[in-house]
Nanobody, 121 residues
Framework: VQLQASGGGLVQPGGSLRLSCTAS????????MGWFRRTPEKEREFVAR????????RYKDSVKGRFTISIDSAKSTVYLQMNDLKPEDTAVYYC???????????????WGQGTLVTVSS
């Protein structure tokens, strides 16, 4: 399974960004898809997850109501819409795929390259 993430950038506090992760490879739609983020202080922090059917969604408490994970199965793409961004959301964001229902980074088998999100005025 190959994952290609994109969409990061510099945004002011209160702004929005949408991250994309395109998947390919054998049986990739059997995997659970997740978004994680990494900062110098926190290693691979769970952000959100979703199944290819659009269910099994779950969010980190601090992003609930601000971030939305979604799937376009026809485009083989997972999105993370991030609204009302805060400086503490600054991180390298990664998409990942797991073969079980989990929020633990160590259970995700496949990882895309990171995309940097910087929230600053």
């Amino acid at each position: 399974v190959q994952l290609q993430a994109s969409g990061g950038g510099l945004v002011q506090p209160g702004g929005s960004l949408r991250l994309s992760c395109t998947a390919s490879g054998p049986a990739f739609k059997t995997y659970l898809m997740g978004w994680f983020r990494r900062t110098p202080e926190k290693e691979r922090e769970f952000v959100a997850r979703i199944g290819w059917g659009g269910g099994s969604t779950r969010y980190k408490d601090s992003v609930k109501g601000r971030f939305t994970i979604s799937i376009d199965s026809a485009k083989s793409t997972v999105y993370l819409q991030m609204n009302d961004l805060k400086p503490e959301d600054t991180a390298v964001y990664y998409c990942a795929a797991a073969s079980l229902m989990t929020t633990r980074a160590e259970d995700y088998r496949y990882w895309g390259q990171g995309t940097l999100v910087t929230v600053s005025s």
